[in-house]
């Protein structure tokens, strides 16, 4: 595990011993403690400790791959190229992976299972073979380079990708229509740390979830003073907007590193 990570059971452990006799928390089991804490990384992990993975999965038989147990929004997915770099798809809604109920030899729709939900199955229609950048790719290149083919592709607009994509949540899986033969797609994802087999936490948001954990041991009790909660609540928030400042620090060399890119001796306005 790396340096500036500490697991939540180490988080809770601690909090559990730092309560006092006559603390509003002290009556909380160790159970509601660790629940509170996982939902805590949980709820930082949509925008200030978001946990980025990026795995590699075998598309399935009908261009299809299943999202992984611990997704929670996609970045981007591709296939890898001979170079080792990453081919990004682009996102079309409209790809067609509707589905339709199995019936039996009666025309019954069928229940496998016996949960009261109809099973269903692919019902694809259409062939996107050859057809996702339009057969002119080769064309673009070509073109921009003066070689042969000029001006045959005058006006054509941009957003070529190497395939495409669909993110069907209802299927809990992501839809692909792409000419490349590769049988592997590489995803780069968000993910519910909370969901993990040991979850983690950053150390500069360690104080953060602590804040957390008591804001809401404490929210709901009726033997609490309203300015207690208040308290808390506000030491929650400020905690949080301190690790954001932390983690999201801006460097004197990454401040000038961004002047000099950007700094052209071209003329300007």
Do not use: C, W
Not at 5 to 14: E, P
Not at 66 to 93: A, T, Y
Not at 216 to 221: D, G, H, M, N, S
């Amino acid at each position: 595990m790396a340096r500036n990570l500490v697991t939540v059971s180490q988080v809770v452990n601690d909090f559990i011993l730092t309560l006092e006799g006559d603390d509003y928390a002290n009556n909380a089991s160790d159970t509601l403690i660790h629940n509170y804490a996982l939902r805590g990384i949980r709820e930082m992990g949509f925008d200030l400790l978001q946990r980025i993975r990026s795995i590699k999965l075998s598309t399935g038989a009908n261009n299809t791959v299943d999202l992984p147990d611990d997704f929670v929004n996609l970045l981007k997915i591709g296939i890898v190229g001979s170079d080792g770099l990453v081919r990004v798809f682009g996102e079309n809604k409209n790809i067609n992976y509707s589905q339709k109920y199995k019936t039996d030899s009666a025309g019954n729709n069928l229940d496998s299972d016996g949960d009261g939900v109809f099973d269903r199955e692919d019902a694809k229609t259409g062939s996107t073979a050859g057809g996702i950048l339009g057969g002119d790719d080769f064309l673009v290149f070509s073109n921009y380079i003066y070689q042969n083919n000029v001006g045959q592709i005058y006006g054509l607009g941009g957003g070529f990708y190497e395939g495409e994509y669909r993110l069907n949540l209802d299927q809990n899986r992501i839809e692909i229509a792409t000419n490349s033969a590769a049988s592997e797609v590489v995803i780069e994802y968000i993910a519910d740390e909370a969901r993990s087999i040991n979850p983690t936490v950053h150390v500069q948001a360690e104080e953060a979830l602590r804040s957390y954990i008591y804001y809401k041991l404490i929210e709901r009790k009726s033997s609490v003073p309203m300015a207690e909660k208040t308290r808390a609540r506000s030491e929650y928030y400020n905690e949080r907007r301190r690790a954001n400042s932390r983690m999201k620090s801006f460097s004197q060399e990454e401040a000038l590193k961004t002047i000099r890119k950007n700094f052209k001796q071209s003329p300007k306005y």
